[in-house]
Structures are given as C-alpha cells and as structure tokens.
C-alpha cells in the first residue's frame, strides 16, 4: 500500500473514531431506509403477520377508543369477561403517541400503517447506541462499524426492530444492551445506574428476559464482591447506583403501568410477587454497598449470604412461581403451548434454520471468552467475563426454547467482534492481496454468521423439496386469510362474535368489527381450551355448547391455515373436519362470501 493511501486510510479511521455520533446516526438512517424499503409492500398493507404485533395494535386501539390505562383487557376476545393479558401500557406509548400526531392529517389507516413502521426502528436508537459506545470501550474506539457490520447479518435478531414488529421484543433486546453498555461504563455510578434503570424497564414491559437480567445483576454484585482494594469504592458505587435504579425503576414500572390484573398474585410478569422480591434484593445490595472492612472472602461470604435472603423470601413467599411461570394445566400444555414454534428446543427445527440461528451465538460465546482470557490483566476484563457468561447461558438456552435465538445472537455480537478485530487487521495488513481481499472477506463471513447462510443455500434434497412444496401450496389460500381485502370482505356483515381459530383471533379482532373466542395467550385456557375441543370432538354440540356459553353466533374458518392441520391430523373425524368435508351441522347455515374469499362461514340458527 502507499503512503498516500495509508494516510487516506489513517484520515478516514480517525474521523470514524472522533465522529462516532454522526456516524451512529448515518447508521441508523441507513438501516431506517433499508427497513423501510424492505418492508413498504407490507407496510402498504398493515400486514401483520404475528399475533402479537396484531393484539399491540387492537390494545392501542382499544385505549384511545377510551378504554381505560391500567385495564389491559382484550374485551373483543374471551366473552364475556374479555381476555386477560399480561402486558403493560409502556410499549404502547410510541405507538400512541404517533397515531395521535399523524391521525388528523392522514386519517385512522394511514396513521396506523406510519405508527407500526416506525415505532419498532424507534428502539434501535438506544440498542445501536448502547452496542456502539460498548464496542467503542471494550474492544477498539474505531472497532464499532465491525459490531454495526455484523449485527446487520444476525437476522433473527434484526427482525424484531423492523417496521411493524411492534410487539414489546425490540424494546427488551434494547434494554439489554443498555445494561451491557452500563456495565461497560468506566465511570461507576452512572454505569450502575443505567444498568438498573434499564433492567426495571425491560421488568416494567415483561419478563422474557429475566435470566440474562439477573446474571447481569449477579456479575455486578460479583465484581464489588471480587474488586481489588483500589477499585473496591468504585465497584461499590457501581452497586449501590444500580440497587437503587433497580428498586426504584421497578416501584415505577409496577406503579405506572401494571395492569389491574397484573397487580395480583401472578408468576408471569412484574407483580408484587417480582417487586417484593426485586426490592429487597435492591435494598440488600444498597446495604452490601456500604461494607467497606473485610478482604474478598468476607464480601462473597457477605453476597451469598443475601442471595440465599432472597431465595428463601421468594421459595416461602410465592411457592406458586416455582415452577412454570405460566401456570397453564397439563391438558393446555399439552394440547395448545407444545405446538407453539419459538418454545420448541432449536434442535427441533430443521436444520438450515438451526444453522443459521446458533452459528452466530456459537462464534460470539468463543471470542467473548477468548477476549475475556486475553484482558485478564485489564479493566475490562469483569465485562467480557460477564458478555461471555450472558452469551454462554443465551446460547445454551437454545436447546430449551428457540425463543432465546434473538438474544443469543445479540449477545453474540460483541465476541464476534473482538474476534474480527483480532483477526481482520492481520489479513488487511498482508502483503497479499489474495489475502487482503479473499481473506478478508472469508473471515467476516465466517465470524458473521453469513458463512452458514451460504451453508443453507446448498441445494436442498429430493424430501426436502417435496417438504417445501407442500408448505408452498398450503400457505397460498390461508394465507390470503390475514390479508385486508379479504377481511374487509368479513367486516361488510353486521358486527359478530366468531368461533374461530385460536391464531386467527388477533387478526380478526384488530382489521374488523367482529370479535373472537379467544388468541394465543396462555392466562385465558379456559376459553382456549373451548376453542380447541370445539374443533377436536367428534360431537357438533361441543362447538355448539361453546358458542351459546360464550355468546358467538358465527362459525369462522380459514382452511388450510397452520392451526387447521393440527385439528386435521390429531382429530379426523373432528368437527373442523367435518365442517370442511361439507358435514355441517343444522343448527348452522353458510353464510354466503364473495367468491375469491379464503374463508368459510357459517351462522347459528338454532
């Protein structure tokens, strides 16, 4: 290379490392455009295609059509006491917020469509924030275009911040990484504060990622207990800031937001059963802040001794919670959460998506804990012990659900990364340019995760063809179900409430005037339960007693739809089965529907 170009080189990587800021928003508007371009068919459509993201909206819609802050009750679904959900009103607020400033320039539609698109980019501005200035500490000041780089090929974490993602993930893997950022933070206190504040906002919105959460906490409380005497008063302010923004944003969360129903004795998100117990944990740490005598064994003896407080208050306190927070029954487990995809263990999945899922988190876990062993002797050697543990534990988690798939690969990132910054300047420094060039781009590929992408291009075999044909051809008709044309086919009758598919309740409720039995949300079994038996027995007057007790009068089917085939498969003889074998019941007749519809639909006569 010649001089000239080195110090072209050496001008542009000066600029990245002292313009950080601009670049951080040059970033993001390019992602922003991206998302948007990517995702414009779909946004012209309002095409929500997860039941989540389609409940968030029918919730926003119900609280500025006046329903009241603290009732989260889905009253379109689960008559007649309305479906009980376990959410809070903090994600709302951009979505809100943003319908409000755009609705009397644009009309209802549109307003939703501009809020679903851009309230899930919002949360990329702390998350891309936080991985920037993380990156920035731990690895190099111009490392963090690498991390940006590399986040960008970890899609199944980048699909929770694109536009009408608007359920609650993207602001969650946000406030993880604002807690990375935090224990990153040379200056202690504000490093501990920004740990426990985003901690209690990620609590205040749900509790998917309460492990990673609490190591995160543990390897805080680990580095006071563990510190050296020169950096004992600082680790310690670095606890007792986080304690305190940890109690306290928990009190606020629990006092702003939490639900009417969310204020009872529940195991499955911020109730007082968390918020005891978070708050004594915080006043604990508060307390193991302020011990100033003693070597390291006193302080662990000291730390232990206040986790096993905590233990024992929550094992005596809430016996209820031990096991799974959800408390469904057996026969709902078995029946209905079994068959959900992000709860199976990944190594369920095919495996192209496997592949693609694990490899980055694989990588990341490798080179966080070979970063770690590298700056042993360093300041920063606490926080990569604890990226590698958070990585470790994501990652393993896969085996038990593939719902932890977003934050492995999040976490991921950061060892990725130290691992390119290792690697990278060796091969851009070669003589060669086979090496500068090919190397190069080898080596991002495979510390990416890009290089099992290109594994799962390869061509697929005879079975797995025929597998995906099938898969092709089932979701052309049923897909077309969720569609706004086709709904708006359904929202022309006078308003109804249906019997129809468990998954198809969101949708149905959130594009028409018409409501449904129940959605996919594990507090309401019963009337899940209803749903499925009714498509299950043999018997018509299952569906029929279900309907009556819980007040529908309309049969709604999409045939082919994913939920259907279970009721095809384990039930042949059941009542879905008859309906679309043309047995249909008297006490229903059709109702008639334009001829392109993909549904089928009756109404109760009798």
């Known amino acids: 290379m010649h001089d000239g170009d080195i110090a072209i080189e050496e001008r542009m990587l000066t600029w990245i490392e002292r313009r950080w800021r601009t670049v951080f928003w040059l970033l993001f508007l390019g992602v922003c455009t991206y998302f948007l371009v990517y995702k414009w068919g779909?946004?012209?459509?309002?095409?929500?295609?997860?039941?989540?993201?389609?409940?968030?909206?029918?919730?926003?819609?119900?609280?500025?059509?006046?329903?009241?802050?603290?009732?989260?009750?889905?009253?379109?679904?689960?008559p007649p006491d309305g479906l009980n959900i376990h959410w809070s009103r903090l994600v709302d607020l951009p979505i809100a917020g943003l319908i409000l400033i755009f609705?009397?320039?644009?009309?209802?539609?549109?307003?939703?469509?501009?809020?679903?698109?851009?309230?899930?980019?919002?949360?990329?501005?702390?998350?891309?924030?936080?991985?920037?200035?993380t990156v920035r500490r731990i690895v190099h000041p111009r490392a963090y275009p690498v991390a940006f780089a590399i986040l960008m090929c970890a899609q199944t974490t980048l699909f929770m911040w694109m536009p009408l993602r608007i359920d609650h993930h993207g602001w969650q893997l946000a406030m993880l990484l604002l807690v990375i950022a935090g224990l990153a933070d040379p200056q202690a206190r504000r490093g501990g504060a920004m740990a426990g504040i985003a901690t209690a906002f990620s609590f205040g919105i749900g509790l998917e990622l309460i492990p990673v959460m609490a190591?995160?906490?543990?390897?805080?409380?680990?580095?006071?207990?563990?510190?050296?005497?020169?950096?004992?008063?600082?680790?310690a302010?670095?606890?007792?800031?986080?304690?305190?923004?940890?109690?306290?944003?928990?009190?606020?969360?629990?006092?702003?937001?939490?639900?009417?129903?969310?204020?009872?004795?529940?195991?499955?998100?911020?109730?007082?059963?968390?918020?005891?117990?978070?708050?004594l944990a915080a006043?604990?740490?508060?307390g193991l802040s302020f011990v100033r005598a003693g070597g390291r064994g006193v302080r662990l003896a000291l730390l232990v001794l206040a986790g096993g407080i905590i233990a024992a208050f929550f094992l005596i306190s809430f016996p209820q919670c031990i096991g799974r927070p959800e408390a469904i029954s057996p026969e709902l487990e078995r029946l209905w959460f079994t068959n959900i995809r992000e709860v199976k263990p990944l190594?369920?999945?095919?495996?192209?998506?496997?592949?693609?899922?694990?490899?980055?988190?694989?990588?990341?876990?490798?080179?966080?804990?070979?970063?770690?062993?590298?700056?042993?002797?360093?300041?920063t050697a606490p926080v990569w012990m604890s990226i590698a543990l958070l990585s470790l534990f994501a990652t393993a988690g896969l085996l038990w659900q593939s719902r932890f798939g977003p934050q492995a690969q999040l976490l991921g990132t950061f060892g990725a990364t130290a691992l390119a910054w290792l690697i990278l300047p060796r091969l851009l420094d070669s003589g060669s340019a086979l090496v500068r060039v090919g190397g190069t781009l080898l080596a991002f590929f495979a510390l990416s995760g890009q290089l099992a992408q290109f594994a799962t291009m390869i061509p697929k075999s005879e079975k797995e063809v025929k597998r995906a044909s099938?898969?092709?051809?089932a979701a052309g008709k049923p897909g077309r179900c969720m569609t706004i044309p086709a709904l708006a086919q359904l929202d022309r009758l006078p308003a109804a409430t249906m019997l129809t598919f468990v998954d198809m309740g969101p949708?149905?409720?959130?594009?028409?005037?018409?409501?449904?039995?129940?959605?996919?949300?594990?507090?309401?079994?019963d009337a899940i339960l209803d749903v499925i038996h009714s498509f299950r027995a043999t018997s018509p007057e299952v569906a029929h007693a279900v309907m009556k007790r819980r007040g529908a009068t309309m049969v709604l089917l999409c045939p082919g739809m994913a939920e259907s085939t279970i009721y095809k498969a384990r039930a042949p003889q059941g009542f879905y089965t008859q309906l679309i074998d043309g047995n249909v019941p008297a006490w229903l007749e059709p109702v008639e529907l334009p001829d392109n519809s993909p549904f089928q639909l009756w109404r109760m006569v009798g």
Not at 105 to 125: E, K, N, Q, S, W
Not at 239 to 262: M, T, V
Not at 350 to 365: F, S
Not at 507 to 525: E, Q, W
């Open 42 to 78: 779909q946004i012209r459509w309002l095409a929500l295609s997860d039941t989540d993201d389609n409940m968030r909206l029918a919730e926003v819609k119900a609280w500025l059509g006046g329903q009241g802050w603290f009732d989260l009750r889905q009253h379109k679904l689960a």
């Open 347 to 379: 190594y369920t999945k095919p495996w192209r998506d496997a592949l693609d899922t694990a490899y980055l988190p694989v990588i990341g876990t490798i080179g966080a804990m070979i970063a770690a062993w590298r700056a042993r002797e360093q300041a």
């Open 103 to 133: 609705r009397p320039f644009v009309g209802d539609f549109t307003a939703y469509r501009i809020a679903c698109a851009v309230a899930p980019m919002l949360a990329l501005i702390p998350a891309l924030w936080a991985m920037i200035v």
């Open 283 to 286: 006043a604990l740490l508060l």
């Open 507 to 525: 949708r149905l409720i959130t594009m028409t005037r018409h409501s449904a039995i129940t959605g996919p949300y594990h507090r309401n079994g």
């Open 215 to 235: 190591i995160a906490g543990a390897s805080i409380a680990l580095r006071w207990a563990w510190a050296s005497a020169e950096d004992a008063r600082a680790d």
């Open 237 to 279: 302010g670095r606890l007792a800031a986080y304690a305190i923004a940890l109690g306290g944003g928990c009190a606020l969360a629990f006092g702003g937001f939490a639900s009417y129903d969310n204020r009872a004795m529940v195991c499955d998100v911020l109730s007082p059963v968390y918020l005891s117990t978070l708050l």
């Open 470 to 473: 099938r898969e092709a051809n």
